[in-house]
Every structure is written in structure tokens, then in C-alpha cells.
């Protein structure tokens, strides 16, 4: 098997289409099917069942996909290396909201102090997509709310940051001197959407005590929240770094809920097997 048989196994994976996958490569139709249907049967295994003249990737080709994506990879990185020394670096990161908001700007900022021709791209995304994307290597690195847990991962925390029942200062509940999670579930939430850490942790905390909160309102945006909670009688849940100043203000406030405040950890993940080049490990460092 050859690296253009691996190349031409990601574009057909990527694309989740024969056809899309021959165009994105130049390459006539037959050709792709061919070199699919080479690394079959040198393997002995399917990586795409046909059904309805659409293609699905088997279990097999998921795991197939993790490796070549990482050879090619390296390979390309090996190349740019030796071919092109002073080609600029490329690095992706994928970063919660939050985190996105507010750590990572000065982290690159500090990190092109070294390395100023070393782009890199950041895509913000909730922490469900971040940790699919690194285990596929879409990204090099992961910025994540809460713990990770996975074999193919590592992991490492490098913040520790507190979440908050919020309301507006106007709420019924803002001169309450103290309330339990009944009291506040008695409200309507506006509430981060699934997949995002911090609806997973406050989901299961008020599961854990038995309550259910009412989720009027869902939003990718942790400001929208803010603003929505200032003229709303609603509750929101969100992080004490992202209030600081509105809180300063007096235009929301902090709920004595207890717990009061619930810990969660922001964590850097990479895939085990990426292949850590000199910024890379400075960027890394930085955290």
C-alpha cells in the first residue's frame, strides 16, 4: 500500500462520497473506487458499505482513518521539514467559548513572540465537537471545559475554573440570602446548548439532587445569556470569569445557592500518537 492509496482513503472518508472525493483530488471516478477497493482487499476487511449508492464507513474504516490520517500527517510534516525549513508553521486549535474568550488570545499573543510566522487558526466549538476533532486529527490541540477521558487522548488540566447560578438584579430571587437548587428550579433557565460543558455539568448536578430545571431558552453564546438573564426573571449557569464585570456593575448577581459555586477543570488535549513539533510544544507550554 502506498501513501496516494491513504490520501485517497481520507478525501472518500472526509467527503463521505466517491464522487466528491475524485473531484477534491483530480481524480477520475474509477480511480478512487479502485484504490478503496485495493486497501480492502489487501487488509482483508470492508471500510465503506454501499447502500443506496451512498457509502457509510464500517467500524473498521473509523479505526483505518486514525492511522492514516496520522501518517499522512507526519509524513507531510516530514516533508515540510526537510524539502522547506523555513516554510511557516501551521497549528489548529479547537477552544471551548469560554476558555476562547479568555485565555486564548493572550496565549497566542505570547506564543507568535517566538514564533511569528507559525499561523494559527483557532476554531471555537463546544466540547463535544473539540474532542471528536482530535481523535480525528482535524485539530492539534483541544481546549476543553471539564475532564476528558479517553485512551486515545491525552489530557492534561491546566486551570481551574468556578461555575455560578446567575440571575439579573432584578430577579425575585436577587435578595435571597439563601435558596437550594428547588428553590431556583422554580424558574425558568437559559441554558447553554448540549454537547457544551458547562450544560453537561449543571445537568448533572441537578440530577444528582433530583431536580429538573425548565430550559426556556438554549444559546451558543455565553453573552446572550448575560443579556438575556439582565432583562429576563430567568437563571442561567455560567462561568465567574465571564461575569466578572457585569457583576462589578450590579446588572446580574450570583445566586447563594448551595453549592454555591461547583468546580470544573479547564483541560489541553492531543491525540497520543500526534507528532509534537518544537512549537507545537511551546504553544503547549504556554498553558
Not at 481524480?27 to 484504490?35: G, M, T
Request: glycine share 4%.
Amino acid at each position: 500500500m502506498t501513501l496516494r492509496h491513504l490520501r485517497i482513503f481520507l478525501a472518500v472518508y472526509q467527503e463521505m462520497s466517491i464522487t466528491k472525493a475524485s473531484k477534491k483530488l483530480h481524480l477520475a471516478q474509477p480511480s478512487v473506487s479502485l484504490a478503496i477497493k485495493e486497501l480492502e482487499e489487501f487488509y482483508h476487511i470492508r471500510l465503506f458499505d454501499r447502500i443506496n449508492r451512498r457509502i457509510f464507513v464500517t467500524e473498521k474504516g473509523e479505526g483505518f482513518y486514525d492511522y492514516a490520517s496520522h501518517i499522512i500527517d507526519l509524513f507531510d510534516e516530514m516533508e515540510n521539514s526537510m524539502i522547506s525549513p523555513d516554510m511557516p508553521l501551521k497549528i489548529s486549535i479547537g477552544s471551548s467559548i469560554t476558555i476562547g474568550s479568555y485565555i486564548v488570545p493572550q496565549t497566542i499573543a505570547e506564543f507568535h513572540k517566538k514564533y511569528p510566522a507559525c499561523e494559527v487558526k483557532v476554531k471555537i466549538q463546544n466540547s463535544q465537537n473539540i474532542v471528536q476533532a482530535v481523535l480525528k486529527n482535524e485539530l492539534d490541540l483541544g481546549l476543553v471545559e471539564d475532564k476528558v477521558q479517553h485512551e486515545q487522548l491525552k489530557a492534561v488540566p491546566f486551570m481551574q475554573d468556578e461555575l455560578y447560578f446567575v440571575c439579573g438584579s432584578h430577579h425575585p430571587l436577587a435578595e435571597e440570602d439563601s435558596l437550594t437548587l428547588e428553590d431556583i428550579c422554580g424558574y425558568p433557565f437559559f441554558m447553554r446548548e448540549p454537547g457544551s460543558a458547562s450544560r453537561e455539568i449543571t445537568d448533572g448536578l441537578l440530577k444528582a439532587h433530583q431536580q429538573k430545571a425548565n430550559i426556556q431558552w438554549e444559546s451558543v453564546s455565553n453573552q446572550s445569556l448575560i443579556r438575556a438573564v439582565e432583562v429576563n426573571p430567568g437563571i442561567t449557569v455560567l462561568s465567574g470569569k465571564l461575569i466578572e464585570e457585569e457583576v462589578k456593575r450590579g446588572s446580574v448577581v450570583i445566586l447563594p445557592v448551595h453549592p454555591e459555586a461547583f468546580i470544573r477543570n479547564f483541560t489541553l488535549i492531543y491525540h497520543k500518537k500526534k507528532f509534537m513539533t518544537q512549537a507545537l510544544e511551546a504553544l503547549v507550554s504556554l498553558f
